[in-house]
């Protein structure tokens, strides 16, 4: 394509890119790529290139690109009502229709929604939400929120903080006090080599429950958690796992937040993975599916025991003092009741459960055996395979060889983008939930040339 805009100059000159080196793009050590267009599973580049988004931009893209029907739920909305508020019972038939469309699909004990444009600002009003809940219950130092290492929950101050991971802390001065963080449920990087899964759940339960004996139980408000990690890893829960987080939960009065941004809306074969893993949550936390980010959109679902203690609140306290110009958005609001239209039309709960075990059967088959592969790991379309330097001795790559990123700049070459996650020589695979067999298949071979190119090169 012949290029004759200054975009690529504007890009460097005028653009802060998040999550990015910045001096290095700065100084054109990174390579910048605009996006010129997608369908189903594939995105193009303004150079004609057209790769396979395995990951779905950042898990999100759950339909895949080009759905004209979301576009034109949204041109519609945007012609007869692009915006109003939804402060002081103020609603649109898009944001009323789309609270009943997720409550129908919710857990039975789930009662209202609230929405926000983000999962960043959605947990950040789960937390307000949590403390305002124990203030009305006369708790008003029950406070603290647990949530584990290597898990992912926004960019907030107080999301950035129960986030657990290195880069979202350094020199932002976080973690914020209120935050105590526990063990991650990660059965492959277990001390105890000789441990069950079901007694690394065990495991877990026990320190959790030290720590809030530590705190003092009368101290901690919430439990946050994905109901498998994301961006820590790409870490299904090991056996027994949330049976055993729950029933500590349980005997201290805590509450449970689901964090389902990326599980939520059919990821994992189910439409919850709460449901997935037998999660019984006070709060479930949605966003990405949601709109499958044609529009940014998050939604804090409430279960009613959470639900009356608010009512009860405003009735002592007048009308609850939170909320976002932006919530319940009715062009976003359109986005997703047409996105979730197409969840059940396309029948993409279903797909993402069967094609998911198909792609990891598959990949365990392609490179599951690798001396240098030592897990091959997910459930429905959420797949990692972890590098190692020896299998045998279950050790790791020097991190400063950044193995997982040569991994993934291999699978790009070959037309797939994946995602090589944080602390860790970990490729994250999250297509789309409509990935065919055929595409799968594309990813397993890719996968097989770029390790055999980088880790026997």
């Given at each position: 394509?012949l ?8 890009d460097?000159e005028n653009?802060f890119h998040?999550s990015t080196h910045?001096a290095?793009?700065a100084r054109g050590?990174?390579?910048n790529r605009?996006?010129?267009g997608?369908d189903?599973?594939?995105i193009?580049?303004?150079d004609?290139?057209?790769l396979l988004d ?18 034109d739920?949204?041109?519609k909305q945007a ?11 103020h ?9 009943k469309?997720?409550?129908d699909r ?5 009662s209202?929604?609230?929405?926000g ?5 959605a ?13 009305v219950?006369?708790r008003?130092?029950?406070k ?7 898990g ?12 657990g991971?290195?880069?979202f ?8 006090t ?5 063990e991650?449920p990660?059965?492959f990087r ?10 690394f759940?065990a495991d ?9 004996q530590?705190?003092g ?13 994301g961006?820590?890893g ?13 029933t500590?939960?349980r005997k ?7 964090d ?10 189910t439409?919850?993975?709460?449901a997935?893993y037998?999660?019984?949550?006070d709060?479930i936390?949605?966003a990405k ?9 998050s939604a804090?679902?409430?279960?009613e025991?959470?639900w009356?203690g608010?009512e009860?609140?405003t009735?002592?306290?007048g ?5 976002w110009t932006y919530?319940?958005?009715?062009i976003?609001?359109a ?10 039309e396309m029948g ?12 990891k ?6 490179i599951?055996?690798h001396?240098?592969v030592g897990d091959v ?5 959420m797949i990692?395979?972890e590098?190692?330097?020896d299998?045998e ?9 950044t ?7 291999a699978?790009l070459?070959?037309g ?5 996650m ?13 990935l ?9 071979s890719a996968m097989g040339e ?8």
């Amino acid at each position: 394509m012949l290029k004759n805009d200054l975009l690529d100059e504007w890009d460097r000159e005028n653009f802060f890119h998040p999550s990015t080196h910045l001096a290095q793009f700065a100084r054109g050590e990174i390579n910048n790529r605009i996006i010129t267009g997608g369908d189903g599973v594939f995105i193009t580049d303004r150079d004609d290139n057209r790769l396979l988004d395995a990951f779905a931009g950042l898990y999100c893209v759950n339909v895949g690109y080009g759905r004209t029907e979301i576009a034109d739920a949204i041109a519609k909305q945007a012609r007869e009502l692009a915006y109003y508020h939804a402060y002081v019972g103020h609603g649109t038939e898009a944001s009323i229709t789309l609270s009943k469309m997720i409550l129908d699909r919710a857990p039975d004990n789930m009662s209202k929604v609230y929405y926000g444009l983000s999962g960043s600002d959605a947990n950040e009003t789960n937390i307000k939400l949590v403390w305002y809940f124990n203030n009305v219950l006369g708790r008003p130092e029950k406070k603290k929120i647990i949530s584990r290492w290597r898990g992912y929950h926004g960019s907030g101050l107080m999301t950035g903080s129960l986030t657990g991971l290195e880069l979202f802390h350094k020199q932002f001065d976080l973690p914020l006090t209120q935050v105590i963080h526990t063990e991650a449920p990660y059965y492959f990087r277990r001390t105890d080599r000789s441990q069950s899964e079901e007694n690394f759940s065990a495991d877990c339960a026990q320190k959790l429950e030290e720590l809030i004996q530590a705190e003092g139980p009368e101290t901690i408000a919430a439990f946050i958690g994905e109901p498998a990690l994301g961006t820590g890893g790409l870490v299904p829960p090991p056996a027994g796992y949330w049976a055993a987080i729950q029933t500590v939960l349980r005997k201290y009065d805590i509450l449970l937040i689901a964090d389902e941004v990326v599980t939520g809306f059919g990821r994992l074969g189910t439409m919850f993975g709460s449901a997935h893993y037998g999660i019984e949550a006070d709060i479930i936390t949605s966003a990405k599916g949601l709109t499958s980010a044609y529009a940014p959109l998050s939604a804090s679902i409430l279960s009613e025991k959470v639900w009356q203690g608010l009512e009860q609140g405003t009735d002592t306290y007048g009308a609850i003092g939170h909320g976002w110009t932006y919530s319940a958005h009715p062009i976003c609001a359109a986005a997703g009741v047409a996105n979730l239209k197409l969840i059940d039309e396309m029948g993409l709960v279903k797909n993402a459960g069967e094609v998911g075990a198909y792609l990891k059967t598959e990949m365990q088959a392609a490179i599951g055996n690798h001396d240098h592969v030592g897990d091959v790991r997910g459930d429905g379309l959420m797949i990692a395979v972890e590098l190692m330097e020896d299998r045998e001795s279950h050790r790791f790559y020097d991190p400063t060889l950044t193995m997982g990123a040569q991994v993934n700049a291999a699978l790009l070459k070959r037309g797939v983008i994946a995602r090589a996650m944080p602390q860790g020589d970990i490729i994250g695979f999250a297509p789309p939930l409509c990935l065919s067999r055929a595409e799968a298949g594309q990813i397993v071979s890719a996968m097989g040339e770029a390790v055999e190119e980088v880790l026997n090169g």
